[in-house]
């Protein structure tokens, strides 16, 4: 994403700690990765997700993950356990994003998605956004079949 030529920027540097900013050199600024890449993070139903670009041999890909928590002990209930690993195996399904679990026993959401050869920041976005509303189903039954815990860390 380019911004508009600002002045002041045109005469000094950005910050060295800064590397997702760089001044081109019409004096525009340019915001994200060097290498065009760009990475960002949100919250949606509860759960705090990341995405980034990233070229592939097929082409540029987004891709996206958020730690949805550990897989309910039998002792939290049979019945939890078992609707909680349905619901994951029933994202399975899904063409570009699933629930899974890692060895560590924790749930995440994972899913990636095409991008058009001359992509734009705004393309990125909009494949984010249909990751995540081809998974919301499941993650909204996830989300009413996990057992209320206060927040944890992984």
Not at 70 to 91: K, Q
Request: hydrophobic share 45%.
């Amino acid at each position: 994403m380019i911004l508009k030529t600002l002045p002041l920027l045109a005469l000094q540097a950005v910050p060295p700690e800064e590397p997702r900013l760089h001044i081109n050199p019409d004096g525009s600024l340019q915001v994200g990765r060097a290498d065009g890449q760009i990475e960002f993070a949100f919250h949606y139903l509860g759960f705090p997700f990341e995405a980034n670009t990233r070229p592939t041999a097929s082409g540029q890909m987004v891709q996206l993950s958020a730690e949805i928590g550990p897989v309910p002990f039998s002792a939290e209930g049979i019945g939890v356990r078992r609707a909680v690993l349905a619901i994951i195996d029933a994202s399975q399904l899904m063409p570009e994003a699933r629930l899974v679990i890692s060895r560590h026993r924790w749930i995440y959401c994972i899913g990636k998605g095409a991008l058009p050869p001359d992509w734009q920041p705004r393309h990125a976005i909009a494949a984010t956004a249909r990751l995540v509303l081809e998974v919301r189903p499941y993650l909204i039954m996830l989300s009413e079949a996990l057992p209320n815990r206060a927040p944890w860390k992984h």
